[in-house]
């Protein structure tokens, strides 16, 4: 099975506090993402990557940056934390599938951060 | 903007009734759509999808039904299960360009025992 682990469940980080959120995936998946889910907005896409060395912005790319320097790693970071940036943070990697079915998503258990 | 819509954030049924969520979209590009279920402190697992030329797809207990023409997709579970208490996502897909999925807001689903 496809692993995506990111490496810490809970963050309580301070406001303007430089943060690394860390993912890493286990089956050479080229694409991976990085969502962040809050009531009432369901998951919004930050920042994904299809290559090494390559990032687009998603949906709220304000506030962050993300870093892909090896193929199973990808980082998401907060420049400057923010109490707007309290979330859950979900990242995902996917793989084609079928014609049919296009991409398969697989999702990490989340990071929580509080951002105080 | 909400291209993806799940207007009710939370649903109770009881066991072995039929469980309906609903989802609703606006982008008529999408043409792939996507269900699925969370549980607290783990990620979302991939439960059923439907391609935008059919208009139902069954597996098991989960049934996704699409109204193109209305742009409102459901998922049906008979029975309903304790298990089945998540928090359900429906996403949608675009044709073109990359293949980044567009999630929902999300519905709460409570099974009664």
């Known amino acids: 099975d496809v692993k995506v682990t990111q490496s810490s469940r809970y963050l309580v980080k301070r406001t303007g506090e430089k943060v690394f959120l860390e993912c890493v995936q286990d089956?050479?998946?080229?694409?991976m993402f990085w969502y962040r889910q809050d009531p009432g907005l369901g998951l919004r896409l930050i920042y994904f990557?299809?290559?090494?060395?390559?990032?687009e912005k998603g949906d709220i790319p304000e506030g962050y940056s993300v870093s892909r320097e090896k193929k199973e790693r990808f980082s998401l970071i907060l420049e400057s934390a923010s109490t707007n940036q309290t979330s859950m943070y979900l990242c995902?990697?996917?793989?084609?599938?079928?014609?049919?079915f296009g991409y398969g998503y697989t999702f990490g258990s989340g990071t929580r951060l509080t951002v105080v | 903007d909400q291209q993806v819509k799940q207007n009710s954030p939370s649903l109770s049924v009881q066991e072995g009734r039929i469980s309906i969520l609903n989802c609703d979209y606006t982008?008529?590009?999408?043409?792939?759509f996507l269900w699925y279920k969370k549980y607290p402190a783990e990620g979302p697992t991939f439960l059923i999808s439907?391609?935008?030329?059919?208009d139902k797809n069954e597996d098991g207990r989960f049934t996704v039904f699409l109204n193109k023409s209305a742009k409102h997709l459901s998922l049906h579970i008979v029975p309903s299960q304790p298990g089945d208490s998540a928090v359900y996502f429906c996403?949608?897909?675009?044709?073109?360009?990359?293949?980044?999925?567009?999630f929902g807001t999300g519905t709460r689903l409570t099974i009664i025992p």
């Open positions: 995902a990697s996917s793989e084609w599938v079928s014609e049919t």
């Open positions: 089956m050479d998946h080229e694409n």
């Open positions: 990557s299809y290559d090494v060395k390559m990032k």
């Open positions: 982008n008529s590009m999408f043409d792939y």
């Open positions: 439907i391609s935008s030329i059919k």
């Open positions: 996403a949608a897909r675009r044709v073109q360009g990359n293949e980044k999925l567009t």
